[in-house]
Structures are given as C-alpha cells and as structure tokens.
C-alpha cells in the first residue's frame, strides 16, 4: 500500500525532532493522531521506521535509507504546490503563441518584452506560419492563442479583431515613384508590383480594389511573407504591395514607404478556442498587446491606429 502526504510528513517530522510528541507539536496535530499515522506508514511498509531506546526513538537503517527519497518527494510536492499557486495567480507557466510571420516579427516582440517584464517565470513559445495553420494549432490547443492578418472563417476559433493596419507600398529610394508622397492603384499598373498572392489578406484586398477602380493589372512576383518581397525590392526586382506591419519591417531595411491610395484597411487579430476561456497567461497577454500604444502608420500620419484600447490586466 502506498504511504499518504501526511503520513510522509509525520515521519519527516520525527527524524527530525526525535519524537512523536515534538513531531505531533510542529504539524499542529495531536501526539495520538501522530503515533497513529507513524504506525499505519510502518505497516504499509512491513518494517519498523523507529525503534525505542530509554525513551528515544532512533531511526532503523531502513528509516535512514529512505530519508534522501522522502525529502525529495517532499520537495518536489511543495514545488508543484508554488508552481500551481503561481499558475493560479498567472505568474508561472508557458504560454505558446502561433503567428504569422510578418507579425510575429513586427507587432509581436514589443508585446512579449512587456509581458514578459511583468511574468519573469513564464516561458514564451513564439512560433511562425501561415494562417492556416495558425488556426489549427488553436483549434486542436496546440498554441494558446494566434495572431494573423483578417478573418478566419473558422468555426473552431473565435477571431477578434484589435488594431488596424494600411496598406502601402515600399520602394528603392532610387525608384522613380519615390519622389511621391502617395501612390495611386494607376500608378502600380505601369510597374513590376510584388505582393502577397489571393490567398492572402493583402492580395485579396488589392483585388477587389482593382475591380472597384476597374484598374487592371497583374503581379509581377507573387510571394508567400513580406520578408521575401522586400529582398526583392532591395534587388531592383520592383516594388512592394505589403500591409502595414510589412511596411514597418521594410523601413526597418532601409526601403522607402508610401501611402496606398484608396486607403485600404486590414486587421490584426487575435484567435482564441471557441467556446473555451483562454488560460490567465493567454488572456494577461491579449491585454498587454491591445493595450500597447498603436503602431506608428507606416505610411505618414493616421495609420496604424488600434481598433480599441484594452483595459489591461
């Protein structure tokens, strides 16, 4: 039979005190109820823990051979205790993000350097990919939460939409259109124009843009993130259709950005289990992302804003 936590304690308690009555005293219960419980771990055992000499207790080799075990097992108790009592309070734990790349590299850190000062002891799992799978991984609980670009049309998640973002274009300085404070959809039909595919928020936009302005043209380069299409600007291979998130990280390789004109909106959103409430970590980390200050427009003034302020957490 297996000895319980309190019988374990008990026995702790009486190699280190010496006796039953002390032992009893520490564990704020009665000196009957201690020798009790020290006589049912002996005989889950089937040997003595004690033997009696001139009214002492002294530990039989077996009590000694088991003390390293016992004192581990103890500790290892407590610290599942700290560490449920941290999960409790949201202080400990892991919390595994999915994003897509472009904001898992430009909205995302900020976030995680904020959170992270205020849960020293939690581990962050950022991970990369496509929408897709950024959804699958929520629904099927393999990443607490997500983050990508648009709706999901996913009935397993719940999407909430949380800052905005405008579309723009990035360009080689030494580009003849970087001269203009915006470019229009006529202007990008005389150009080699690299974007993200139909497929994709930004290549979806830009379609029906085209078919309201019954503007016609094609892209030149189609690409799966926007890492890729400003290493094809940096190239001379044209110039890039991106989000706005993307227009951050091209400015942050040097490129030129420029306002689309219509304006065209898309959002960030966060993707949460349907019908599940999200882990403390999960939501403590939705309310420090809503609650940063908005990203600067990458494109000039009044982009960028959040579509609601968190409260925070």
Avoid: Y
């Amino acid at each position: 039979m297996k000895l319980n936590l309190r019988e374990l304690e008990v026995f702790q308690a009486v190699m280190q005190t010496g006796s039953v009555t002390a032992a009893a005293l520490e564990l704020g219960i009665t000196q009957p109820a201690a020798s009790k419980m020290l006589q049912q771990a002996e005989q889950r055992l089937g040997f003595a823990l004690f033997r009696r000499d001139r009214r002492q207790l002294v530990p039989t080799p077996e009590a000694h051979a088991l003390l390293p075990e016992l004192l581990g097992t103890l500790a290892s108790i407590d610290g599942l205790e700290r560490l449920a009592e941290a999960l409790r309070a949201g202080q400990s734990g892991q919390l595994c993000i999915a994003a897509v790349p472009v904001l898992a590299t430009a909205l995302l850190p900020p976030a995680v350097e904020v959170f992270r000062a205020r849960h020293q002891d939690v581990s962050v799992r950022l991970r990369a990919m496509s929408a897709l799978e950024v959804v699958n991984h929520v629904a099927d609980h393999r990443a607490d939460l997500g983050v990508i670009l648009g709706d999901t049309g996913d009935r397993r998640v719940e999407a909430r939409p949380f800052r905005s973002s405008a579309i723009g274009c990035a360009l080689r300085r030494d580009h003849r259109l970087a001269s203009r404070r915006h470019l229009t959809l006529g202007d990008l039909a005389g150009i080699a124009v690299i974007s993200l595919g139909a497929q994709q928020p930004v290549g979806q936009a830009l379609l029906a843009a085209q078919a309201r302005a019954g503007v016609q043209w094609r892209l030149a380069v189609e690409v799966s993130q926007s890492s890729i299409a400003c290493a094809l600007v940096r190239a001379g291979a044209g110039v890039a259709v991106l989000d706005g998130f993307g227009l951050a990280e091209a400015r942050a390789q040097g490129l030129v950005t420029r306002p689309l004109v219509p304006r065209l909106l898309l959002e960030a959103t966060l993707v949460v289990p349907h019908g599940r409430v999200p882990t403390r970590l999960a939501s403590a980390f939705c309310a420090t992302l809503e609650r940063l200050d908005a990203v600067a427009d990458p494109c000039g003034p009044g982009g960028g804003r959040p579509r609601r302020r968190g409260r925070g957490a």
